[in-house]
């Protein structure tokens, strides 16, 4: 019986990928770096959990005898505030959308008792407040049983460490718990922490690998998320053992 919702966040809840791309430039042409990331570099970066671990790595393969200097850390760090600061702003004066479906979901599973988890390791608590204060209210918190973030989980997606804190936090066996994410490195996360996963793409990580999704989301990037009922009714005709083959 699938008894609880685990969602990773970028990509996922809403399509926030565009907004932290133009942020990482906003932040790279204010300390005038030189750098540019376009749609098709990001998409690779993307490859890469982390907004830090994301700068590092592109300043590694970019320029790799300035990323080895002994400020290269406290760099990494002043950039990547900047480019938090840029984002919340810009969602703070626009926002972003959940994805089609999402919140029904979200109403629905309150609805029925059944508790929802956030486990990403890519956004801040400041991201995820400037992301979901909007469409579920500055309370929005409440809405979640545990929360597992860029702050609490040192190890990033692909590793399994944010999604058994999560399960942890629920008290919950990884069987009983559905995990609903955009990329492969989420999708590798949850396989790993022994749950089933739901994959729904978006245009930045529709061309991955995603032959260990449990289901792969139909009719495109717009087409709404199941509901409640629907995934129930799959994640009970489904094989067991098939969370981890």
């Not at 998409?43 to 200097?69: M, N, S, Y």
């Not at 956004?123 to 929005?140: F, V």
């Not at 804190?165 to 718990?177: D, I, K, M, R």
């Not at 990329?183 to 739901?198: D, K, P, T, V």
Request: glycine share 6%; aromatic share 8%; proline share 6%.
């Amino acid at each position: 019986m699938l008894q609880a919702l685990i969602f990773d966040v970028d990509g996922t809840l809403a399509d926030t990928e565009e907004a932290h791309r133009q942020a990482f430039n906003k932040a790279f042409a204010s300390l005038k770096l030189g750098w540019h990331w376009d749609a098709a570099l990001y998409t690779r970066l993307l490859k890469v959990a982390g907004g830090k671990e994301r700068i590092a790595h592109f300043w590694q393969t970019h320029d790799p005898d300035t990323a080895a200097g002994p400020w290269a850390r406290d760099c990494i760090a002043s950039v990547h505030a900047l480019k938090t600061r840029y984002y919340t702003a810009q969602l703070a004066d626009s926002g972003l959308p959940l994805r089609a479906g999402v919140l029904e979901l979200l109403e629905q599973a309150r609805q029925n008792d059944v508790p929802l988890a956030l486990a990403t390791t890519t956004t801040t608590p400041a991201n995820l407040d400037a992301l979901l204060r909007r469409p579920l209210g500055s309370d929005w918190r409440r809405w979640f049983a545990a929360i597992g973030d860029g702050a609490s989980a040192p190890r990033k997606k692909p590793d399994p460490l944010v999604y058994r804190q999560v399960l942890e936090q629920l008290g919950l066996p990884a069987s009983a718990c559905l995990a609903i994410e955009d990329s492969e490195i989420g999708l590798n996360a949850a396989h790993a922490a022994g749950l089933r996963c739901y994959v729904s793409p978006t245009a930045f990580t529709q061309g991955q690998n995603f032959a260990r999704a449990w289901q792969l989301h139909a009719g495109g990037e717009a087409a709404p998320l199941p509901s409640l009922s629907q995934l129930r009714q799959r994640f009970a005709a489904a094989r067991p053992e098939f969370a981890t083959s």
